[in-house]
């Protein structure tokens, strides 16, 4: 199938696709190190799995075959899909998350690998660069994974996912929680053709405020304060623009 070594170790936490893959999200695991999340996502009275598991040298795991749903997004929402587990396949990374707020880069190494599987799976599924996603990404509020030092720039430079740099911040007034302010509602359906689960009501509300921190740790991982400065609301814009373009 590839040229890539990729280890089995089969996990029983899987079922049906509802769905056709579309879309590719990518965690961390929060564990303290890769035997440890390969003994958790293949216990069967845990009921989380993924069908990748990339270790911090490299070393790629499948654990549930991509033609299985596997249980790694749990509650998710993304551009109308709700069963994100049967529209996408779930890559974990072997991570220990965040501790006291701060977290490690992810190895070169692991990074590599993941480049290496995600070339593989976008080639065979052709999945659009832009429908590579963060677990915080379709379940805001829930989820941080895979965190703001996930370098989704290189990424992107690898040819996956969005990332916009080198814009020009508007000169715009900065909106944050309790804002009713005109400029609410534009942001918010800005946020929603991204793909992000959020009503354009027009209040900068607790929704907003969760999506916009989801906003940040994804493509303005400097400061993630759920609140839209000028820079945020550029940069939401600038997202949407691209996610639209053919
Ligand atoms: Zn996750």
């Known amino acids: 199938m590839s040229g890539l070594a990729i280890e089995r170790h089969p996990s029983p936490n899987f079922d049906n696709r509802a769905c056709a893959i579309s879309?590719?999200?990518?965690?961390?695991?929060?564990?303290?190190?890769c035997d440890a999340a390969l003994a958790r996502l293949c216990d069967a009275a845990a009921k989380v799995s993924a069908h990748y598991l990339i270790r911090r040298d490299g070393h790629i795991f499948q654990l549930v075959d991509e033609a299985a749903r596997a249980w790694h997004a749990g509650v998710s929402y993304w551009q109308g899909e709700t069963d994100m587990n049967s529209a996408s396949i779930g890559i974990e990374l072997d991570h220990d998350g965040h501790k006291d707020g701060a977290m490690a880069a992810f190895p070169e190494a692991q990074m590599a690998a993941l480049i290496s599987l995600l070339q593989d799976i976008v080639k065979r599924h052709d999945i659009l660069p832009q429908n590579i996603l963060g677990h915080s990404d379709v379940a805001p509020g829930r989820k941080i994974d895979p965190g703001e030092?996930?370098?989704?720039?290189?990424?992107?430079?690898?040819?996956?996912?969005?990332?916009?740099?080198?814009?020009k911040t508007e000169d715009v007034p900065p909106l944050a929680t309790g804002s009713e302010d005109k400029a609410v509602a534009p942001l918010q359906k800005a946020l929603a053709a991204i793909g992000y689960q959020i009503t354009a009501d027009?209040?900068?509300?607790?929704?907003?405020?969760?999506?916009?921190?989801?906003?940040?740790?994804?493509?303005?991982?400097?400061?993630?304060?759920?609140?839209a400065d000028a820079e945020t609301q550029t940069l939401v814009y600038a997202v949407c623009r691209l996610a639209l373009s053919p």
């Open 202 to 227: 027009g209040v900068f509300g607790p929704q907003t405020q969760a999506v916009i921190s989801a906003f940040q740790r994804h493509f303005r991982p400097a400061k993630i304060d759920g609140a």
């Open 149 to 167: 030092a996930f370098d989704w720039a290189a990424l992107h430079r690898a040819g996956f996912g969005l990332w916009v740099d080198n814009v």
């Open 23 to 33: 879309h590719i999200i990518l965690h961390y695991t929060d564990m303290a190190d």
